[in-house]
Every structure is written in C-alpha cells, then in structure tokens.
C-alpha cells in the first residue's frame, strides 16, 4: 500500500509540475478576450466604410448629374445602319481607304 501512494505522489507531482496545458488554457483565454474586446470596433469601423461608399456615390452621381440608373441603349440610327449614314450628307459608314 505504502508503494501506491508514493506512486500517485509522484504522478501527482509530475502532473502538477507539467505547465503545457496551463500554457494552452491561458493562450485560450487571451484569444477569447481578444475576440470579444475587437468585435465591437469592428462592427463600428463597418458602419464608417459603409457610410464613406455611400456619401461617394451620392457626390459622384450629383457631379455627373444623372440618378444611380444605368444610361439608355441608343437605339438604331434613322438609316438602320449600324455605322450611321443619316440625313448629314457624310455618307456615314465605313471609310474607304482605297481613296
């Protein structure tokens, strides 16, 4: 019996002297405090960037002087000739390079 418990003696003071999992627990706790004191700034800074984006856009489409809408398609030409060839006396179209 007295040979027992000087063994789980000795286990007890190997276990107690052993600091890896004491060492892991507080690296544990130092990122769950992190985590917890960084989230809120986070979630602030968010709202900051979302509000920069969204007075940026309003300047630039006051500036351009149109809404957010995407412009119109041109439409066809009055000839329906893709490269033009209205009423100007141009000729519209393709230039020849032979001339």
């Given at each position: 019996m007295r040979t027992a418990l000087i063994s789980l003696k000795q286990k007890i003071k190997r276990l107690l002297a052993n600091c890896q999992g004491q060492t892991m627990l507080e690296y544990a706790m130092l990122a769950g405090f992190l985590a917890v004191a960084v989230?809120?700034?986070?979630?602030?800074?968010?709202?900051?960037?979302?509000?920069?984006?969204?007075?940026?856009?309003?300047?630039?489409?006051?500036a351009s002087g149109s809404s957010s809408s995407p412009p119109a398609s041109p439409g066809?030409?009055?000839?329906?000739?893709?490269?033009?060839?209205?009423?100007?006396?141009?000729?519209?179209?393709?230039?020849?390079?032979?001339?």
């Amino acid at each position: 019996m007295r040979t027992a418990l000087i063994s789980l003696k000795q286990k007890i003071k190997r276990l107690l002297a052993n600091c890896q999992g004491q060492t892991m627990l507080e690296y544990a706790m130092l990122a769950g405090f992190l985590a917890v004191a960084v989230a809120p700034l986070l979630v602030g800074t968010g709202q900051n960037i979302k509000s920069v984006y969204l007075n940026t856009n309003t300047v630039l489409d006051s500036a351009s002087g149109s809404s957010s809408s995407p412009p119109a398609s041109p439409g066809p030409t009055p000839s329906g000739n893709p490269n033009g060839g209205g009423n100007d006396g141009s000729g519209g179209g393709k230039k020849n390079k032979n001339k």
